[in-house]
């Protein structure tokens, strides 16, 4: 894995990538991209071999020439599901295959890409919300609705593409070991109805169940509590199977993966006050039940 550096970018979760006001500006997912490039003239060389016109490679494998132009062109993110497709009906002898794992990284904004990998790979996350409720558990009607609510507004292919990016993530609960995970979560987050009071029911049933895990742990910091130390605002811990530790902080458009042991240690020394300070799992959990049933 290489080394992650210090980097500054726009923050994404709100617009895709990590868990606070993202850029909606983003351009639809990071067009320029070498590998999608790459793997659209791929594609494309694959099948003109074929003898098969766009519309025709579309029809055996359900996209529209539009979309078929546009992956052959870099613009847009293919799914898994498509180059599983294309790969066995051109004939292409897993060489569109094995470039699967790094177009799936194209979907996230080039400064998101080592955090998004350290995510995939970690053995351990912790994570602190206080705007929405963290990618990791967010379901597909939330992270929607979240998109949805961008301004300007997101073209409706960026907000699918930036959904299954966000639901790809959460792949890090099959992995087996499972990691290690916690989250502490504002209660501010789950009482804000976003998208309707339908779509918090299941969001908050989708933390009940994520907390069942006898892997992850999450507590509410209850809004009535006098002390808080998180009022600078979200950020991850990450560790590595190598016991590399990692931190990952955004504030207003501006993110920051921060390697420095210094830095680090202090975000790990304020994520422990945190978890004292919040309700105990059990508690939490007991508390989102009465939240659901407020509902």
Do not use: C, W
């Not at 060489?95 to 177009?103: D, N």
């Not at 301004?151 to 990691?179: N, T």
């Not at 006898?214 to 509410?220: A, F, H, L, P, Y």
């Amino acid at each position: 894995m290489s080394e992650p550096t210090g980097r500054t970018g726009q923050a994404d979760e709100a617009s895709g990538y990590v868990d606070g006001d993202g850029d909606e500006r983003q351009p639809e997912p990071d067009a320029g991209s070498g590998i999608l490039r790459v793997f659209g003239r791929q594609l494309k060389r694959f099948r003109l071999r074929a003898g098969l016109e766009r519309s025709e490679f579309g029809a055996l494998t359900g996209y529209s020439v539009s979309t078929i132009a546009a992956y052959e062109q870099g613009r847009r993110v293919p799914p898994p599901r498509f180059i599983d497709q294309a790969d066995e009906v051109l004939d292409a002898g897993g060489v569109l295959l094995e470039m699967k794992e790094e177009v799936a990284r194209a979907q996230y904004p080039a400064f998101f890409r080592d955090a998004a990998r350290l995510e995939g790979e970690a053995v351990e996350l912790h994570l602190y919300a206080n705007q929405a409720v963290p990618g990791l558990l967010q379901t597909e009607d939330y992270a929607r609705a979240v998109f949805g609510m961008m301004r300007p507004p997101l073209g409706e292919d960026s907000i699918e593409e930036r959904v299954v990016a966000r639901l790809a993530r959460q792949e890090v609960f099959a992995r087996r070991p499972e990691p290690l995970m916690s989250f502490v979560i504002d209660e501010s987050v789950l009482r804000r109805p976003i998208g309707g009071r339908g779509v918090l029911r299941g969001q908050l049933e989708q933390i009940l169940l994520a907390g069942q895990k006898r892997t992850v742990e999450i507590q509410v910091m209850p809004l009535g509590s006098e002390e808080h130390a998180g009022l600078a605002g979200p950020f991850t811990l990450i560790e590595t199977s190598e016991g590399r530790r990692i931190a990952y902080v955004e504030v207003q458009n501006v993110s920051h993966v921060h390697t420095e042991r210094r830095l680090v240690k202090g975000l790990e020394v304020k994520y422990g006050i945190l978890r004292a300070q919040a309700l105990t799992p059990q508690a939490s959990l007991t508390y989102v039940e009465k939240l659901l049933g407020e509902i």
